[in-house]
């Protein structure tokens, strides 16, 4: 997988998630249902421990922008970002560039409680 930043589309799985939930939008407006074939479409990267932490990022993030976030993309989202799971690709960086992705995700999560606690 090919990363070249610290945010939450800057990686290819994400990039690609992001691709595809707007492909699938285009076809439906519902969200629910361009997750479901989002999910489908990447389901050899969810089931892989690494790529799952960027699928789901990335629809919690795309889900946030359209106002449908759904609570178990929310959860799983969550869970990834305080088990602190997506952080230990970043351990053997310079601490300044784990820095600012523990701030994008630090983020991520405030907006994702805030939503949450909205429902």
């Known amino acids: ?3 070249w930043g ?3 589309f800057d990686n ?13 939008l285009s076809s439906t407006p519902n969200i629910t249902t361009a997750t479901k074939r989002v999910l489908n479409q990447f389901i050899n ?14 629809l919690a993030f795309l889900q946030l922008e359209l106002g ?10 969550l869970q990834i ?10 351990e053997e960086s310079e601490a300044s560039i784990l820095d600012e992705r523990k701030r994008i995700l630090q983020g991520l999560e405030r907006k994702l409680t805030s939503q949450g606690e909205n429902d």
């Open 12 to 24: 290819d799985v994400a990039a690609d998630v992001r691709a595809a939930f707007e492909e699938a």
């Open 45 to 58: 990267e969810v089931e892989d421990e690494d790529d799952r932490v960027h699928v789901y990022l990335a």
């Open 81 to 90: 970002i305080r088990s602190g799971q997506d952080l230990t690709r970043w």
């Open 1 to 3: 997988m090919g990363t």
């Open 68 to 77: 449908g976030l759904q609570p178990d993309v929310r959860d799983e989202a």
């Open 6 to 8: 610290v945010g939450i």
